[in-house]
Structures are given as C-alpha cells and as structure tokens.
C-alpha cells in the first residue's frame, strides 16, 4: 500500500482540487494484489449508479421544485408589499429597497439557495464518484494477475487480507470529502448557474444581471440607458413575445419579427453582426424576465398602483 498517499498529510491550498483530480487519475493499484478471477467477475457486474438516466431526472425534478418554490415566494412577497403599497403602509421607495434586499438579504430565499446548492453539490459528487469509480474498475479488469504459486506466494503476502477493501474505502472516501470542484464542468452546475440568474431576474425583472460570467454564451444582458434592460424587440418595437437571442452579438428580438426581418437582411438589427436563421436560440433568461414583467404589472394593476414611468415605457 505504499503508493497510497497519506490523506491527512494534504493542506487547503487554492490548487488542491487540481492536485487531488490528477492523484485520482494517476492512482494506481498496488504492485501486487490479489484479484482471483471471482473477484473480477463480481466486479464485472457492479457499476457504480445504473440508474444514471433516471439519477439525472431525479436531479432535475428536485431542481425545478426548489426553482417554483422559489418564484412562489417571490409573487407572494411582492403582493403582500404591494397590498402595503396600496394602503400607504409603505412607500414607493420602501417597496423598491424590500424588492432589492431579496435577492442576498432574505432569509427564506437563502434557505431554498442552499438547497439548490446541495442538490449540485451531491450531483458533482456522484459525478466525480462515477468517473473514478469507472477508471479503478478499468484498472483492475486490465490486471492480469500471476496464479498463485509457491514461488511467488511471497509478493502476495505483501499485501495484508482486506486490502482491496481498504482500496475502495480510500477511494470513495477520498471522493466523498475532497473532489467537489466548482468548476466542473457538469450538467448540475451549468443548471445551478442558470438557477442564480434566473432567481435574480424573477427578483428584478428589468435590471441587469451583474454576475453574467459566461462570456462564451454570449452577452446575455444589454443594457440600456438608465441601466435597464430592454423588454421591447428591436424590430417591432412591441412588447417581445417569444425571446431568440442571436448568439453571436447577444442581441434578442421576437421570434415573428425576425422571422420577417430576415427575409430582406442578413445582419442583426442593432449591430453590425451577421444574423442567421439558424444560429437564434431561444432566450430563456428574456423569457423569465418577461413572466415575472407581467407578473409585476398584473399585481400594479389589481391594486390601482402606478409603475415608475421607466417601467411604464416598456
Ligand atoms: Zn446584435
């Protein structure tokens, strides 16, 4: 077991995510192990998850309940504030501060933030579990391991009884506590990203994202003067219906407007981008924008409430 590194030797560097990946892909059983021909046919049959479809379904059910629940407390905070607003328990101001505060400030919208978070941490586990599970398996099966003899009974005694379980504990333990990295590059964390941008448009359907990263998606969010996003399609002008972005520049008009603009032009409407049928994408972020948009207009109205005029532009 000598080239089984010492796990409680390892500090928490920046870098140790790295460092424990590529120890995991290096690992390599010890020199001399006894695997019997049973062992490796049990081995055969074991996979780590089978269900790996329905683990991924599961994941996501879980995601998009933690993601209604979400919007739900959202629509019930703003009308409560709303009804408040209308009976000149609040300001105007101190809707728009409430408004504000939700997004890192509330105490329930943290509490559902961390559920999603563990849901992708455990999937981003699962994940790392799989992989190394599928590597170590892929090692042992490639083992072609001398009979046992007389003569060399001594490289079999180097090993003591249960080390192949000791193998696997190190293993699983060791991807249990230390492989979660943020940056893998998973399913369940491009999901979660999108969780965190879509709360925070839920929030402020108008305002910009200020933690875009993902610059390889494009631009998401264009600002306009006074630092709102626009809600209009460049085209029409109107109210957007059916958000598509064109991937290349960021920009997003109506899904029926572009459609006709095409026809006579090959270049975006607001840049000198070229601009393809088949490149445009639906915007989901747009589209959250434009629900929660209508939400806050129907929960204005119901309640005789004038919106800012910014808002009353759109
Ligand atoms: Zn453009």
């Known amino acids: 077991m000598s ?19 590529e120890e995991v892909r290096s690992f390599k059983l010890p020199e001399y192990f006894p695997i ?32 209604k629940a979400t919007e739900g407390y959202i629509s019930i905070v703003l009308e409560k504030n709303a009804e408040r607003l209308a009976n000149k328990d609040m300001t105007k101001s101190e809707f728009d501060e409430a408004r504000r505060k939700l997004y890192k400030q509330d105490l329930e ?10 849901i992708k941490d455990t999937d981003v586990k699962d994940v790392n579990f799989i992989y190394a599970f599928g590597s170590m398996k892929a090692d042992i099966m490639e083992r072609d391991e001398p009979a046992l003899t007389i003569s060399n009974m001594p490289l079999y005694q180097r090993v003591s009884s249960g080390a192949q379980d000791q193998v696997y504990d190190h293993l699983k333990s060791k991807l249990r506590s230390g492989m979660v990295s943020e940056n893998a590059d998973t399913q369940a964390v491009k999901d979660y990203r999108d969780f965190e941008h879509q709360l925070f448009v839920t929030i402020n359907p108008t305002e910009p994202v200020p933690f875009l990263h993902d610059v390889s998606e494009g ?48 270049q975006c409407p607001v840049c000198p981008t070229e601009l393809r049928r088949q490149d445009l994408i639906e915007d989901k972020l747009m589209k959250q924008r434009l629900v929660c948009y209508a939400r806050d207009v129907k929960i204005f109205k119901e309640r005789n409430i004038k919106m800012d005029e910014a808002e009353d532009k759109l």
């Open 36 to 67: 019997t021909r049973k062992t490796k046919s049990k081995l055969r049959s074991l996979t780590a998850w089978k269900t790996g479809n329905r683990r991924e379904k599961m994941r996501h059910k879980c995601m998009d309940c933690v993601k």
């Open 109 to 118: 919208i943290n509490r559902l933030r961390t559920i999603m978070k563990n």
């Open 3 to 21: 080239n089984i590194k010492d796990e409680s030797k390892s500090d928490n560097t920046a870098s140790e995510d790295d460092l424990e990946e």
């Open 219 to 266: 631009d998401n969010d264009i600002e306009v003067e006074g630092g709102k996003v626009s809600l209009l399609c460049p085209i029409s002008h109107d109210l957007i219906e059916d958000p598509v972005i064109n991937p290349k520049c960021g920009h997003t008009y109506d899904k029926t407007s572009v459609a006709n603009y095409l026809r006579n032009s090959n």
